[in-house]
Nanobody, 128 residues
Framework: QVQPVESGGGLVQTGDSLRLSCSAS????????VGWFRQPPGKEREFVAA????????TYAESVKGRFTISRDNAKTTVYLQMNSLKPENTAVYFC?????????????????????WGQGTQVTVDS
């Protein structure tokens, strides 16, 4: 089984960019759909973006479309979340997760219950 491991979080200023990485430990992400979620302080976990390894389909939360980009490397071991034009409301713990479920529709992957394996999270703080 795969274990996602996040890295790349930190403290940035409003308008800055940051790239998060999700590395696969114990297996590769081949055959999985990999998603990014975030949990702002005092709030519930929310979907950010997902990438289906087979075919490369992606989906995004409306709130991040045009600013965030999910991608992968060719070695099939890392998924990235490029975050541009960061805002204070993007402050959260960002989690990476891997799903074994397959659906023709990417809508399935916005639900955290559809993921099998979760990382420990990485803190992103956007200072105004």
């Amino acid at each position: 089984q795969v274990q996602p491991v996040e890295s790349g979080g930190g403290l940035v200023q409003t308008g800055d960019s940051l790239r998060l990485s999700c590395s696969a430990s114990g297996d590769t992400f081949s055959g999985y759909t990999v998603g990014w979620f975030r949990q702002p302080p005092g709030k519930e976990r929310e979907f950010v973006a997902a990438l289906r390894w087979s075919g490369g389909s992606t989906t995004y939360a409306e709130s991040v479309k045009g600013r965030f980009t999910i991608s992968r490397d060719n070695a099939k071991t890392t998924v990235y979340l490029q975050m541009n034009s960061l805002k204070p409301e993007n402050t959260a713990v960002y989690f990476c997760a891997a799903s074994l479920k397959y659906s023709n529709s990417m809508d399935l992957y916005s639900g955290p219950a559809n993921y099998n394996y979760w990382g420990q999270g990485t803190q992103v703080t956007v200072d105004s």
